[in-house]
T-cell receptor, first 114, second 114 residues
C-alpha cells in the first residue's frame, strides 16, 4: 500500500528564510507525487507534481520539489518565504499503474514569522 | 480556468437526517472523487468514480454513503443517516484520468451534524 509521511506537523520560518517541508513516500511501484496547499477556509490547490519526467519539479508561487528515489523523498522547498505562504501543505502519492485515488499525508502547517 | 464547484458551502443537519452534497466536476474530466477532512486531521479518501460506477472506496465509505452522477454533469455524495462523526469538510475532485496530472479539488462543503 502506498503512503506518505510528512515530518513535522508545524514548521515555522522567518520571512525571507528558506522553506523546507519534508515528505517521504512508500510505494511498491514507481509513484506519482504531489504537493497541495490549503489556505485557511479554502480547498486544496495543486502546487506541483512529479510524474517521472525531471526529478526537480517547479511549481507555482516559487515552490519546487526534488524526487529522490534513493531516499524515497519528495521534499518541498522555497528559497525565500513570504507571509502569504502561511498555509497547510499536503504531500500526496498515487499509484501510476492506476487512474484513481491520491493518498495524502497528514499535512504540515507552515507559519511565517515577521 | 476550469474549476470544480461544490454546493452548499456549509450544511448543518440533525443527526439521523439524510444529506446530499453536490459537485459539478470539470466538464472534460472522466474521474470523480470524494474526500473528507475532519477538523484538524488529514484529508481522507472516500471514493472514486469512473464510467458511472465506483472504482474504489475506502473503509470509511460504508453502506450509509452513496454516490451518483444523475445527469452527466452533477456528482453527488449522499449520507443516508448522518452521525455526529460525519461532521467534516467534504471535498469533491475530478481528473482527466489516463495519466494522473493531479486532482482538481472544489472548495469543499463543511458539514456539521448536530
Amino acid at each position: 500500500a502506498q503512503s506518505v509521511t510528512q515530518l513535522g506537523s508545524h514548521v515555522s520560518v522567518s520571512e525571507g528564510a528558506l522553506v523546507l517541508l519534508r515528505c517521504n513516500y512508500s510505494s511498491s511501484v514507481p509513484p506519482y507525487l504531489f504537493w497541495y496547499v490549503q489556505y485557511p477556509n479554502q480547498g486544496l490547490q495543486l502546487l506541483l507534481k512529479y510524474t517521472s519526467a525531471a526529478t526537480l519539479v517547479k511549481g507555482i508561487n516559487g515552490f519546487e520539489a526534488e524526487f529522490k528515489k534513493s531516499e524515497t523523498s519528495f521534499h518541498l522547498t522555497k528559497p525565500s518565504a513570504h507571509m502569504s505562504d502561511a498555509a497547510e501543505y499536503f504531500c500526496a502519492v498515487s499509484d501510476r499503474a492506476r487512474d484513481d485515488k491520491i493518498i495524502f499525508g497528514k499535512g504540515t502547517r507552515l507559519h511565517i514569522l515577521p | 480556468e476550469p474549476e470544480v464547484t461544490q454546493t452548499p458551502s456549509h450544511q448543518v443537519t440533525q443527526m439521523g437526517q439524510e444529506v446530499i452534497l453536490r459537485c459539478v466536476p470539470i466538464s472534460n474530466h472522466l474521474y470523480f472523487y470524494w474526500y473528507r477532512q475532519i477538523l484538524g486531521q488529514k484529508v481522507e479518501f472516500l471514493v472514486s468514480f469512473y464510467n458511472n460506477e465506483i472504482s474504489e472506496k475506502s473503509e470509511i465509505f460504508d453502506d450509509q454513503f452513496s454516490v451518483e452522477r444523475p445527469d452527466g454533469s452533477n456528482f453527488t455524495l449522499k449520507i443516508r443517516s448522518t452521525k455526529l462523526e460525519d461532521s467534516a469538510m467534504y471535498f469533491c475532485a475530478s481528473s482527466e484520468g489516463a495519466t494522473p496530472g493531479g486532482l482538481t479539488f472544489g472548495s469543499g462543503t463543511r458539514l456539521t451534524v448536530v
